[in-house]
């Protein structure tokens, strides 16, 4: 039967000064492969619709008569999959999270390509 | 014979991380009897499985619980590749292996942590997750996901371990260690909180094995059984012999849980050792067409999976068997005849984990 067992780390900690990171003074790092948000560059996109097929939640809409590719950043659930399965890599995997909110946050890309004009796309 | 009295015991409860509610039949401090009632975060996971294809519930199936969610991904993925007799490469079983025995330690950490924060040890509470923070940052860096891993898939794994990560995930366990050590010590040596644990909640050998007891409260009762000694992923090729302690009691539990940690670090260590080198995946051709049952020794018990197929995309039935289900009536037996202070120190020991339990 030990008394006082705990006496030991704790004095280590009274020394030790904070374990935890001063948030918001400086923030926790994150690592390459930490999953934030998905990004896209919109530009390569070809709205095959794969990402939308394939998504778990059903968080991306993808529209190919008006070339938007839109999210649902609190419906998507970081997952990955759709950047895997992007056949252009236009997808990529941020390391910074979607900031909170109280509402729906959801993004649209849209690109500006023109039909038929050869020079712009 | 005293007053009888019956308590409501949650569902909302300062030492519960979960719902379950349990109606204590009193006889003045004394419980004669527990009743109780489950189902306030029933989810319906096994029915979504008519509606995302099989590719995609390997992500719903993650989603069953938070700290085991590896080892739900893990079995859900073995029944598929059992079903469809794919043969994932070996690098990808030992990858499968570390994960898994890090989501052990998690576990278990995250277990000591509240326990001692239900017999009122805020300190020690503070420390044992301290050091998980540890594990979750191994995550981070190796998969991506801090509790969700999104890592496993049918036919291996998504993302390697570069060698000189491994070195760095050795190294840290090796200075954990010496922590791990000093902070149970206190679980185990501790004047207060064996006043707390020892001889509280005894389950006798009998008892656990009638009432179909698994996992670590299984195993404090002195039943060995431990399904990681069937080899599956990597676990063949690593040495380990399970841990039991004959006692039955809380301690013992506690006891039990301390040593699977540290057994934990050095299955990660043995893996990292002779891991082989080679690719992590095999690419997944046509859908599943047969029936599967896979058991899988997760931190708080074994759990069994079972997937029928008929040959679409989407899956015909899914249905897991979790270990807190199993373990229920094991705890409404060790309730009996214990007192009201003690309730909620045990109804921990066995490790709730009820959004598991009604996925």
Same mark, same amino acid.
């Given at each position: 039967?030990?008394?006082? +067992?705990?006496?030991?780390?704790?004095?280590? +900690?009274?020394?030790?000064?904070?374990?935890?990171?001063?948030?918001?003074?400086?923030?926790?790092?994150?690592?390459?492969?930490?999953?934030?948000?998905?990004?896209?560059?919109?530009?390569?996109?070809?709205? $095959?619709?794969?990402?939308?097929?394939?998504?778990?939640?059903?968080?991306?809409?993808?529209?190919?008569?008006?070339?938007?590719?839109?999210?649902?950043? /609190?419906? $998507?659930?970081?997952? &990955?999959?759709?950047?895997?399965?992007?056949?252009?890599?236009?997808?990529?995997?941020? %390391?910074?999270?979607?900031?909170?909110?109280?509402?729906?946050?959801?993004?649209?890309?849209?690109?500006?390509?023109?039909?038929?004009?050869?020079? &712009?796309? | 014979?005293?007053?009888?009295?019956?308590?409501?015991?949650?569902?909302?409860?300062?030492?519960?991380?979960?719902?379950?509610?349990?109606?204590?039949?009193?006889?003045?401090?004394?419980?004669?009897?527990?009743?109780?009632?489950?189902?306030?975060?029933?989810?319906? /996971?096994?029915?979504?499985?008519?509606?995302?294809?099989?590719?995609?519930?390997? #992500?719903?199936?993650?989603?069953?619980?938070?700290?085991?969610?590896?080892?739900?991904?893990?079995?859900?993925?073995?029944?598929?590749?059992?079903?469809?007799?794919?043969?994932?490469?070996?690098?990808?079983?030992?990858? @499968?292996?570390?994960?898994?025995?890090?989501?052990?330690?998690?576990?278990?950490?995250?277990?000591?942590?509240? *326990?001692?924060?239900?017999?009122? =040890?805020?300190?020690?509470?503070?420390?044992?997750?301290? /050091?998980?923070?540890?594990?979750?940052?191994? =995550?981070?860096?190796?998969?991506?996901?801090?509790?969700?891993? *999104?890592?496993?898939?049918?036919?291996?794994?998504?993302?390697?371990?570069?060698?000189?990560?491994?070195?760095?995930?050795?190294?840290?366990?090796?200075?954990?260690?010496?922590?791990?050590?000093?902070?149970?010590?206190?679980?185990?040596?501790?004047?207060?909180?064996?006043? @707390?644990?020892?001889?509280?909640?005894? /389950? *006798?050998?009998?008892?656990? =094995?009638?009432?179909?007891?698994?996992?670590?409260?299984?195993?404090?009762?002195?039943?060995?059984?431990?399904?990681?000694?069937?080899? #599956?992923?990597?676990?063949?090729?690593?040495?380990?012999?399970?841990?039991?302690?004959?006692?039955?009691?809380?301690?013992?539990?506690?006891?039990?849980?301390?040593?699977?940690?540290?057994?934990?670090?050095?299955?990660?260590?043995?893996?990292?050792?002779?891991?082989?080198?080679?690719?992590?995946?095999?690419?997944?051709?046509? %859908?599943?067409?047969?029936?599967?049952?896979?058991?899988?020794?997760?931190?708080?018990?074994?759990?069994?999976?079972?997937?029928?197929? *008929?040959?679409?995309?989407?899956?015909?039935?899914?249905?897991?068997?979790?270990?807190?289900?199993?373990?229920?009536?094991?705890?409404?037996?060790?309730?009996?005849?214990?007192?009201?202070?003690?309730?909620?120190?045990?109804?921990?020991?066995?490790?709730?984990?009820?959004?598991?339990?009604?996925?």
């Amino acid at each position: 039967m030990a008394i006082l +067992s705990m006496s030991k780390t704790l004095f280590k +900690s009274l020394v030790h000064g904070p374990y935890t990171v001063l948030y918001p003074v400086k923030k926790k790092e994150t690592y390459e492969r930490t999953r934030g948000r998905v990004e896209i560059n919109i530009s390569q996109c070809i709205y $095959c619709g794969l990402c939308q097929r394939r998504c778990p939640t059903g968080a991306i809409q993808v529209n190919r008569g008006n070339t938007t590719w839109s999210i649902d950043r /609190l419906k $998507c659930i970081q997952c &990955n999959y759709c950047n895997e399965v992007c056949p252009k890599k236009c997808l990529r995997m941020n %390391n910074e999270y979607t900031s909170p909110s109280f509402g729906s946050v959801r993004d649209d890309y849209t690109n500006a390509r023109v039909s038929g004009d050869k020079e &712009n796309n | 014979m005293g007053n009888r009295t019956v308590i409501p015991f949650g569902p909302q409860h300062p030492v519960l991380p979960e719902p379950i509610h349990l109606d204590l039949m009193l006889e003045d401090e004394r419980v004669v009897e527990a009743i109780p009632r489950i189902g306030y975060i029933h989810r319906g /996971l096994e029915k979504l499985v008519e509606k995302k294809d099989f590719q995609q519930y390997t #992500y719903v199936a993650e989603r069953i619980c938070g700290i085991c969610s590896f080892m739900h991904g893990m079995g859900y993925c073995m029944t598929i590749e059992s079903i469809m007799d794919i043969k994932i490469p070996e690098r990808a079983e030992f990858l @499968r292996t570390i994960w898994a025995e890090l989501s052990r330690m998690h576990s278990h950490l995250l277990w000591l942590g509240l *326990s001692a924060d239900a017999f009122g =040890f805020e300190s020690l509470h503070m420390h044992t997750w301290r /050091l998980r923070e540890q594990v979750l940052d191994i =995550f981070e860096e190796t998969t991506g996901g801090r509790v969700i891993f *999104s890592v496993c898939e049918i036919g291996g794994v998504r993302k390697d371990i570069s060698p000189e990560t491994l070195d760095k995930i050795d190294r840290i366990l090796t200075d954990m260690e010496k922590e791990l050590k000093e902070i149970t010590h206190v679980f185990l040596s501790d004047s207060s909180v064996k006043y @707390r644990t020892k001889g509280i909640g005894v /389950l *006798s050998k009998q008892a656990a =094995f009638d009432l179909g007891a698994v996992g670590p409260m299984a195993k404090a009762s002195g039943i060995k059984r431990d399904l990681r000694t069937q080899g #599956y992923a990597a676990y063949g090729k690593l040495k380990f012999e399970p841990i039991i302690e004959t006692d039955g009691d809380s301690y013992a539990r506690t006891s039990v849980r301390i040593k699977e940690v540290f057994q934990a670090v050095d299955l990660i260590k043995q893996a990292i050792a002779i891991i082989p080198e080679g690719g992590i995946n095999v690419k997944v051709t046509g %859908n599943p067409n047969g029936e599967y049952f896979t058991r899988v020794e997760q931190p708080r018990g074994s759990a069994m999976y079972y997937v029928k197929a *008929s040959g679409s995309k989407f899956l015909d039935r899914f249905r897991v068997r979790t270990p807190t289900f199993a373990n229920v009536p094991a705890l409404l037996e060790t309730l009996k005849g214990c007192s009201l202070a003690d309730v909620p120190i045990l109804i921990l020991t066995i490790d709730p984990c009820i959004s598991c339990t009604e996925r």
